[in-house]
């Protein structure tokens, strides 16, 4: 979780980039946290990849007995705390999502949503198989990215964070097939059915791909170690 979400869209200013989110996008948000609870139990221990300010922490803490958070970002940790102080059963850690520093099959359920596979920058088969190797045995792992009948909403979203300073210019000549890019360097991609499918690959889990309120594309994975 390096660059952007580490040094520039942290704290407030990634506290920003969602609350001048349109209509559209705010539901699209509501649905993914919505598609996470359906997934929880109220005995659950879960872990959030990618925390931020604790925006989705928030939601989950109303129905899971414990939860984890992590993120790279100390600003948007402290942001996260102050967020948070109501909610006695949310930890925070700051923590790269690629070399978690929990046991073996600790966690019910570990998540990864609204796009923190491509939005973190490392390597994503690791960033699956070490989700994998911390959630225990019959648990649950989801990771989501967008769907592609969401690209004019995403696209106009990004255009708006643009107009606020938040992002770079949008690069309209390079901008296009799922990807949108900026003039300063930043690049906002997705990953789809079929690469959630190789990237899951050999890695003792049983993905299953959904489609999730005509804007999010999940990969539900279950454990299937023995």
Partial sequence: MTGYYTQKLA??????????APTRVQQYFEAEIEFAL???KATDTVLELGCGYGRVLQK????????????????????????LCDTNSVHLFSMNAIQLGFRDQQFDIVL????????????????????IRVT?????????????????ERLYWFRLQAEHGMVGEIDEEETGNGVIVCKDGFRATTIGASDF???????????IIKEVDGSSLFCEMYSTRI
């Fill in 112 to 131: 990864c949503i609204q796009n923190g596979i491509s939005a973190f920058q490392v390597d994503q088969r690791k960033l699956i198989r070490e989700a």
């Fill in 38 to 40: 359906s997934k929880i």
């Fill in 197 to 207: 499918l190789n990237l899951t690959s050999g890695l003792g889990v049983e993905p």
């Fill in 60 to 83: 989950l803490s109303q129905k899971a007995k414990e939860l984890f958070g992590i993120d790279t970002s100390i600003g948007s940790l402290c942001l996260a705390q102050d967020f």
């Fill in 11 to 20: 704290a407030e200013r990634l506290r920003q980039v969602y609350e001048i």
């Fill in 136 to 152: 225990r045995s019959g648990g649950i792992v989801l990771f989501s990215s967008y769907s592609e009948q969401f690209w004019e």
